[in-house]
DNA sequence: TAGACTAGAGAACGTTCATTCTCAGCGCCA
DNA sequence: TGGCGCTGAGAATGAACGTTCTCTAGTCTA
């Protein structure tokens, strides 16, 4: 096994992981254990538990972002094919809401690379919104409506939180095509 | 000092601390320290850690809780003042989210307890909501945003999240009326 | 084939932290 | 007054865990 293969199995480990257990929880002994890659090798690869949490968040949104934007792309970027992708992902089996508001929750002080992942993730989620989406400000407001589903459907584990934000949604942007056609 | 003054005393300390930091960066000297309450006491007070962390939740519930009604009250319940209580409170020295998000992000497999109040928040604040906006479907969409706004507010660090929740919300709202109105 | 380098397995180290234990002091009741 | 029980201070315990070290064995090169 070359350091390459080694950093993308720690990789997909520490994913399943952190994702399932919370950082916190999950002990550089696990992530060695489930990925099959030797704590020498582990250290080599990521120097401290750190680089690992930042790698590991950085990687997830690369992956989350090109989910969502393939599924809406397929979907004629339909603003409101969000709220679908949304509905199928609350609806995984694994499904623990997002990595990286989780994160900002289990780090009181975070590591700058951990709290820089965790900005980068939210202003790129925001900017592929305002893509989609003429108006910046409606844009914005269902960005809101996106985490506050996510949250909700954590915390109370039903998918249907997304149903009720693309509601919202279908209004927010109705709305924003009457104000543009009266004008 | 008796048993409910030290009581109320860890309970104002952990909240303090717990909500500032994170739980998990808490150690339970660092509540005795600041609380001024011998560890013995502590001790009996909560028998374990996770019992203080509970009561600090149930605690924080009926007070957050409290002064949102009683802000929101005071302008007649309107259902737009809550994010204007919302503002005030992203823009508060110390703010740092939603606790009981926080904590959801802290425990990847919660304490019973722990779990319980955070889904009794979550339930108690919807109520309120239902019961301040006539169409339930709507008080969910506006649950919603409240629950992202905050979300986005913490991490960005902008209370201006506040404000793109109200704007949305004003135009939920207006749309309601109308579709009653059409009726 | 001898020697030098490397990897893996797992022990070891040092720290943190929840929880418990020890001990000395002090009030309270007979 | 003399013991009894409770208290606070803080040491002790035991576990978890991030990180480093050791040792053994294999592999490649001259």
């Known amino acids: 096994m070359d350091s390459t293969e080694a950093t993308v199995r720690l990789l997909e480990a520490a994913e399943d992981l952190f994702y399932a257990h919370g950082v916190q929880a999950v002990g550089m002994d696990a992530v060695r254990e489930r990925s099959g890659v030797s ?3 582990l250290y080599q690869c990521f120097p401290a538990k750190n680089d690992l949490v930042e790698a590991y968040l950085l990687r997830r949104d690369e992956r989350w972002r090109g989910s969502l934007r393939d599924f809406v792309h397929a979907r004629g970027d339909d603003p409101l094919a969000v709220f679908a992708w949304l509905k199928d992902w609350f609806a995984e089996p694994g499904f623990r809401g997002c990595a990286f508001i989780n994160s900002f929750g289990e780090f009181g002080e ?19 919104l305002r893509g989609l989406v003429p108006a910046e400000g409606v844009a914005d407001q269902l960005f809101a409506l996106v985490e506050g589903a996510t949250v ?11 149903d ?20």
């Open 39 to 41: 704590l020498k090798r």
């Open 164 to 183: 009720t934000a693309r509601e919202a949604a279908k209004v927010l942007l109705a709305a924003q095509t009457e104000s543009v056609t009266q004008k």
């Open 110 to 128: 975070p590591a700058p690379g951990i709290a820089a992942a965790i900005r980068k993730h939210k202003d790129e989620v925001r900017a592929y």
């Open 152 to 162: 909700l459907a954590a915390i109370t584990g039903d998918s249907g939180e997304a």
